[in-house]
């Protein structure tokens, strides 16, 4: 598993609710700051106030073993009870070159809704990361020999706040529908 390569990890939940209500809550953007390990605090930028394609938020960020950051999300896709997706970006050139364009993103993230077959809605959350740097190439360029076992770790990090974020999002689907 290399950067280059684009590595990603997924989780999934199954909820008690219907798609149209899950995507009431995946699309409380701000709510999410509630669930997640590492998201703090998100700000709206240039008007915007929910997720629509080319609207864009600040996420403000922290992490035990790398501090605070900030980093500029770009909605890239958000189709009604479907699919929700973001590319996040280094304003500041924090793990390298500043850009808010989403060609260089440091990784891109989903939230895919589906109808269950037995009810209910399956929510699945994915993320990749590239290609362009992010807070794992600094460690991957100071011991180039543990990139795999480098992104195995980040990645693990990640499901850990996805398994945290979906279990907030099943909580509020299913007890306020």
């Known amino acids: 598993m290399r950067y280059a390569d684009q590595p990603g990890t997924h989780r999934e939940v199954h909820i ?9 809550v995946v699309t409380d953007v701000e709510a999410m700051a509630g669930w997640s390990p590492e998201l703090v605090r998100v700000e709206w930028q240039d008007g915007a106030d929910r ?34 997706t973001w590319c996040v970006m280094d304003p500041t050139g924090r793990y390298g070159k500043a850009s808010e364009d989403p ?3 440091m990784a891109t993230w ?17 993320v990749t990361i590239g290609p362009g740097r992010s807070g794992l190439s600094g460690y991957i360029d100071r011991a180039p ?28 689907a299913e007890h306020r529908s």
């Open 145 to 172: 020999d543990q990139e795999e076992a480098i992104i195995a770790f980040r990645l693990d990090q990640l499901g850990q706040g996805m398994d945290a974020t979906l279990t907030g999002i099943k909580e509020t």
């Open 51 to 84: 997720p629509a394609p080319g609207a864009r938020y600040v996420g403000h960020n922290q992490n035990p073993l790398v501090g605070e950051w900030h980093t500029l999300s770009h909605i890239t896709e958000a189709v009604p009870g479907r699919t929700l």
């Open 103 to 105: 060609a260089d993103r």
């Open 16 to 24: 008690a609710a219907e798609p149209s209500r899950v995507w009431e």
């Open 110 to 126: 989903s939230f895919a809704l589906a109808p269950a077959p037995e009810g209910g809605t399956v929510l699945r959350q994915s």
